[in-house]
C-alpha cells in the first residue's frame, strides 16, 4: 500500500509562485521504483497530466502550457516537487501527486493511484 501526501498549495495573484510538495509512504519498494507524478483539475474539467518524473529523475511534461513555467523534481527519499513559476488564473484547479505502474513516464495513463490533492487558486 502506498499513501501520497501533498501539500503547498495555495492563493496567488497572477505571475506568482507556488512549490508543491508530496511526501509518498508506504511500500518504498513501489515507491523507489515507479514513475511519479502531478495531475491537476479545474473546476468543471476533467483531471489531466501535468508532468512526471522516473527514479532516474527524467522529467516529462504532458502539457505544454506549462512548459518554461513549472519544475518537476524528485529527491532522494522521493520527496516529490512541482516548482510552479509566472502563474496564471488557468492554473487554478487541485492538484493531485500520482504514482504510475512503470518506471517511465511515457503515459498518462500509466498512473493509478492519487493523493487528496491540494488546491491552487490564481486571481487577476
Known amino acids: 500500500q502506498v499513501r501520497l501526501e501533498e501539500s503547498g498549495g495555495g492563493s496567488v495573484q497572477t505571475g506568482g509562485s507556488l512549490i508543491l510538495s508530496c511526501v509518498p509512504s508506504?511500500?518504498?519498494?513501489?515507491?523507489?521504483?515507479?514513475?511519479l507524478g502531478w495531475f491537476r483539475q479545474a473546476p468543471g474539467k476533467d483531471r489531466e497530466a501535468v508532468a512526471g518524473?522516473?527514479?532516474?529523475?527524467?522529467?516529462q511534461y504532458y502539457i505544454d502550457s506549462i512548459k518554461g513555467r513549472f519544475a518537476i523534481s524528485r529527491d532522494d527519499d522521493d520527496t516529490l516537487y512541482l516548482g510552479m513559476n509566472s502563474l496564471e488564473v488557468e492554473d487554478t484547479g487541485t492538484y493531485y501527486c500520482a504514482l504510475a505502474q512503470t518506471r517511465f513516464c511515457e503515459r498518462p495513463d500509466e498512473f493509478n493511484l492519487w493523493g487528496q490533492g491540494t488546491q491552487v487558486t490564481v486571481s487577476s
Open positions: 508506504g511500500n518504498q519498494r513501489t515507491i523507489v521504483r515507479n514513475c
Open positions: 518524473i522516473s527514479p532516474g529523475g527524467s522529467p
